[in-house]
C-alpha cells in the first residue's frame, strides 16, 4: 500500500499493528488487513464485507479483554457504553486461516473516517458519543465526563463523551470534512459545540457566550460556544449528525424547510423569512 493519511502497512516487529486502507470520498469505508491470529472490534452494524478466513463473535462490552475484573468488569465495560447510547454489544473479527485476510466498515452517515493511532496521542483521545467505528482489539471504549455543569449542559454533547484508550489504531467517524487543529499552551479556539469532535486529554474544554443579547436571539448560533484551550490537538466536524438531521425533519415537516434553525423566533421567523 502507498503511505498516506489513509493507508497503513504495519512496522516490522509490532506484533499488534495493522494494515488498513480507507476507501470512499463523502461516504467512507475503511479496509482492516488483518495477519493470522489478529483481531479488529467493530461497533454493532458497522460491518461491510469479509474473507470467509475471518470469524466474527458477538462479545459483552468493548472487546478489549478480561481486565482482571471477571463478569463484573465485563458488566461495567458494556455498562459504559450503554451510558453513551451505544449497544452493549461489540463485534470482534479474528482472521482465522492463513495469510492475509481482509474485513470492512463504512460509516452511517455522509462524512469521513479518521485513522488515529492512540500511542501518538499519549493513549487517550475524548470524542462524541457515536464517534468510535472499529479499532485493533485492545481499545478500550469508555466514558468521559464534563466536570462543569454548564459545560455539559450546553456543550452539545451533554455530560457524556466517549474516552478512547490504548496503544493501537482506532478509527472515529465524523461528520462532513474533518478539520485537525494543533493548540499551543494558552492558545484558544471557539467551535460551534456540535462540531467539537474530539479533543486531547490535554485541552480544556469550557464554554464562552457567543455574543450580545441580539447575537443570541438572532444570530441562529445558540447560546455558547465551545472554548478550546491548549496545548493538544483538537478535531473539528462540518457538519454534525444533529444538524444534517435537524435539516431533514424541517424540510419533511408540513411547512417546510425552517431556515432559521437556531433562532428563538419560531414561527414568527417563518412569516418573516416567508417560509409559510
Sequence with gaps: MTQSP??????AGIADDID???KGQELQFVEIELDPGES???EAGAFVWKDAAIGMTTVFGD???DTGGGFMGKLLGAGKRLVTGESLFTTVFTHNGQGKARVAFAAPTPGAILPIKLDELGGTLICQKDAFLAAAKGV???IQFQRRVMT???GGEGFIMQKLEGDGWVFVQMGGTVVERTLAAG???HVDTGCLAAYTPSVTFDLVTAGGVRSVLFGGEGLFFARLTGPGKVWIQSLPFSRLAGRMLAAAGPRGQNRG???VLGGLGDLIGGND
Design 63 to 65: 472487546g478489549s479483554g
Design 20 to 22: 488498513f486502507e480507507i
Design 152 to 154: 455539559g449542559l450546553f
Design 40 to 42: 479488529a472490534v467493530a
Design 261 to 263: 434553525e437556531g433562532s
Design 187 to 189: 492558545e484558544e479556539l
Design 6 to 11: 489513509w493507508q497503513h502497512s504495519r512496522s
Design 140 to 142: 478500550s471504549i469508555g
